[in-house]
């Protein structure tokens, strides 16, 4: 009987090793690609802050077919869409892929099979073209677009704060630095975006080709549901964990479910709109109160921000905007706190950001190998392996102010 010996085969990188720094004459070229949860996404972006292209795929048609998310169905239509999506956004950037300079991707967290598309995509072009690879992190995309989008003269100096708001995450963050988060707050059950998209669906609110949650907010903005002379209904929410530095909205959506359940048959549409509204309130009113705790814990550490970016899928509420600058106006009236937001089309997932959170590593010569594994499950605090350190923060079981119990 013979004996085949195995043999372990070492990490496979590039061969021709990333110049250490953008050339004078010639920006540094990144295709990047993304698929953590429903979005199949491709784009072209440059060191010199230029996007030649940016194409977002939407499974939106099998959101509504199915309320949601559905990994396996979602897994099968990146498959399908990602081929396209690469195709496309090198043919907007008219550039072969050979003029790329980098390929990117999105390393987690996410939807394990879904990062697995976008994940197996990019090796397999890095490989074969013999390019530099770089993994990012999801939610650190999301926090430094507005690095990439705003003017030099309005973008956010370090430390700031970050609001990072999504059908998959809530969070609040201290930037300290590109790479370097302290995690604030973050929700303890579902996140405000999966909340919205649950109570749109328990009022029977059209989606008309957005999402659920986007279709939420123009309900509640509508007036067709209030007489003449007649007061929309509301009713009365929960304030969750009041003094605690941590999200939750599973009371909230639970709230309008029970009283859905309760009047089943008998809601018009002027009480279903008095419960959009009524929810909505209070789900922004709990990122107001969470923010106003974490600027008044940072303010005692002797942490000065002098911005908020906040970013994700919910961020393009207007409602939201419109309440957070309220709310930092009333915080600080004396210094005024910049409320900072990409532009809508980059607060949902998009490969823009993952290009872009992925140059200072293609810059600097830091690229990972061929053979990376995604990670479904990644806190951003371990991006640096030294979260913060000088915030003497203590998160075990959550921040109080003084006096709270």
Not at 24 to 53: G, I, M, N, Y
Not at 123 to 137: D, E, I, M, Q
Not at 165 to 176: D, I, K, N, Q
């Amino acid at each position: 009987m013979q004996h085949v010996s195995r043999r372990v085969l070492p990490a496979l990188r590039p061969s021709v090793a990333v110049p250490p720094r953008r050339l004078p004459l010639r920006s540094f070229t990144v295709l990047a690609l993304e698929s953590s949860a429903d979005d199949s996404c491709a784009a072209v972006v440059t060191s010199d802050r230029k996007v030649l292209s940016n194409v977002v795929v939407s499974q939106q048609a099998f959101l509504e077919e199915y309320g949601g998310i559905h990994p396996f169905v979602a897994i099968h239509a990146h498959q399908r869409n990602m081929p396209g999506a690469v195709q496309r956004a090198l043919r907007e950037a008219s550039l072969t892929v050979n003029e790329v300079d980098g390929i990117a991707f999105t390393l987690g967290p996410g939807i394990p099979g879904c990062l697995s598309v976008c994940g197996n995509a990019a090796r397999t072009l890095a490989a074969a073209l013999n390019k530099p690879l770089v993994g990012v992190h999801h939610m650190q995309a999301h926090a430094l677009t507005p690095l990439l989008t705003s003017p030099p003269a309005e973008r956010s100096e370090f430390p700031f704060l970050t609001l990072l708001v999504s059908g998959g995450h809530t969070l609040l963050l201290l930037a300290s630095s590109k790479t370097s988060f302290r995690i604030l707050a973050t929700s303890l059950d579902e996140s405000i975006g999966n909340a919205y998209d649950k109570v749109a669906r328990l009022l029977d609110i059209p989606f008309a080709g957005t999402s659920p949650g986007a279709a939420l907010e123009r309900f509640c903005a509508s007036e067709s549901a209030e007489g003449e002379g007649e007061e929309v209904p509301e009713i009365r929410m929960p304030r969750p964990m009041p003094g605690r530095l941590a999200f939750s909205y599973t009371g909230l959506h639970s709230t309008i479910e029970r009283f859905v359940d309760a009047n089943r048959g008998t809601l018009d549409a002027r009480t279903r709109l008095g419960l959009a509204r009524s929810f909505q309130r209070a789900a922004v009113r709990q990122l107001e109160d969470k923010l106003v705790l974490g600027m008044r814990l940072l303010a005692r550490r002797g942490v000065h921000v002098k911005s908020l970016v906040v970013s994700g899928g919910v961020a393009s509420n207007s409602f939201l905007r419109e309440r957070l600058r309220a709310c930092l106006d009333a915080e600080s009236p004396d210094e005024r706190i910049d409320l900072v937001f990409p532009p809508p089309s980059l607060c949902t997932d998009n490969a823009v950001m993952i290009a872009w959170a992925s140059m200072d590593r293609f810059l600097s010569g830091d690229t990972d190998a061929y053979s990376i594994e995604s990670r479904p499950k990644w806190s951003l605090e371990e991006l640096d392996g030294s979260p913060a350190a000088s915030l003497e923060i203590e998160l075990e079981g959550g921040l109080h102010e003084p006096g709270d119990n």
